[in-house]
């Protein structure tokens, strides 16, 4: 089943256009406002919404991360974004004004299920993002949106997070609509350039021969790091996180903003360090990062830099230039993330690792 691939994760990865092709099918009605099935939630009960609480472990946490900058800037609704296993454990102030949204993947992770559990117990409303249908969490939630990933075997996850930042961003755009905060033709338009992404997607798979190249001639480096800004450092932090799951590397990822404040110390020759760069249109945003590349080049870094075509900005101070399709800077991460994906399982493969059953994981974890 794994259609001729070594791996079900490389087969997902190649999947992910259309996965999120299907993630968005069916989401506008005929007279353009967009609909969520299985949302159960009332449009009044979500326009006294003031807070929300993204709770969710691993990849899922980095997609509810994505997923804080594209409510906070569509929808003006506050949002903080918790780790599961963290969640209960601080007497987080809940009420029936804070939306509580759950992400994950297999429904059935354990810490994200308790914490649902007491929000739900405070009298929080629940919505679940999540790919099993039937699966515990969606079950005990007040509401859902499905992704449509189909089974995700790979123990790292990979179409099951673009889905969830699909996902996410149908939410922040349906709660847009809701409290008014954007315009119907707003919503449109970012929903034809979310309809854009299974074919950015697909050209961002053509740089697999680079990546994998990439993979070979650092197989023998024992730490990478990965330096994002805005929606790009919780791919950034994703990055890191399929590096360590799969190729068992010391892997960090960091805001690039932050690399001043310590992170920069760790910087030495021929330290190999990815680095998102924000589309041009933030120019502020994508500046501050190439300063960022060119402070850790100067002290000896290897710069793989994944860059939107047309930008040559950063060329000078690359070793290596990744070109990215031209997408908004929200919907960045879905592209970004794919020759991450691709860098990690081909370096777990160079180093003879099995890159769906990576050691002491499991696929669900269902133990607090
Ligand atoms: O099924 P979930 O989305 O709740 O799983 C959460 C994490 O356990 C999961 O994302 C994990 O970090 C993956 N192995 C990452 O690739």
New binding site residues.
């Given amino acids: 089943e794994k259609d001729g691939h070594d791996w079900f994760m490389r087969k997902e990865i190649l999947e992910q256009p259309r996965a999120v092709a299907d993630s968005l099918l069916g989401r506008r009605t005929a007279s353009g406002s967009l609909h969520l099935d299985e949302m159960r939630l009332a449009d009044d009960e979500l326009r006294e919404v003031t807070k929300i609480i993204i709770i ?5 946490f980095y997609a509810g991360m994505v997923a804080k900058y594209a409510i906070e800037h569509w929808c003006r609704i506050s949002v903080e974004v918790e780790l599961a296993s963290e969640f209960r454990y601080r007497d987080p102030i809940l009420d029936n004004s804070t939306l509580v949204v759950a ?7 354990a810490d ?1 299920l308790q914490a649902i559990r007491h929000a739900r117990s405070q009298r929080s409303k629940v919505l679940a993002i999540c790919n099993t249908n039937g699966s515990t969490i969606p079950r005990e939630s007040d509401a859902v949106i499905y992704t449509h990933a189909g089974p995700e075997i790979g ?3 990979t179409k ?1 997070y673009v889905t969830q930042l699909v996902a996410c961003y149908l939410l922040a755009l349906y709660l847009a609509q809701v409290k008014g905060t954007m315009y119907g033709d707003e919503i449109d338009g970012v929903m034809t350039q979310l309809e854009a992404m299974p074919a950015a997607v697909e050209q961002v798979l053509e740089t697999a021969p680079e990546v994998y190249e990439l993979a070979k001639e650092y197989a023998d480096r024992r730490a990478f790091l990965f330096l994002g800004r805005h929606a790009g450092y919780p791919v950034a932090l994703e990055g890191a ?2 590096l360590k ?1 799969l190729a068992y590397l010391h892997a960090e990822g960091f805001a690039a903003g932050e690399l001043k404040h310590g992170p920069i110390a760790l910087v030495d020759e021929g330290l190999p360090i990815w680095c998102i760069v924000p589309p041009r249109g933030r120019d502020f945003l994508h500046d501050k990062m190439r300063s960022g590349i060119m402070e850790v080049r100067a002290r000896g870094a290897r710069t793989i830099a994944l860059v939107e075509e047309g930008d040559d900005s950063v060329d000078a101070v690359s070793d290596t230039i990744i070109r990215l399709p031209k997408v908004p800077v929200l919907l960045q991460p879905l592209v970004a993330v794919v020759p991450l994906q691709l860098f990690a399982c081909q370096l777990a493969t160079e180093l003879g690792y099995d890159v769906d059953q990576p050691r002491n ?1 499991a696929k ?2 269902t133990v607090e």
């Fill in positions: 969710a472990a691993g990849t899922s992400i994950s993947q297999s429904g059935e992770t994200t123990v790292a996850s099951g996180l399929k799951e994981l669900s974890v």
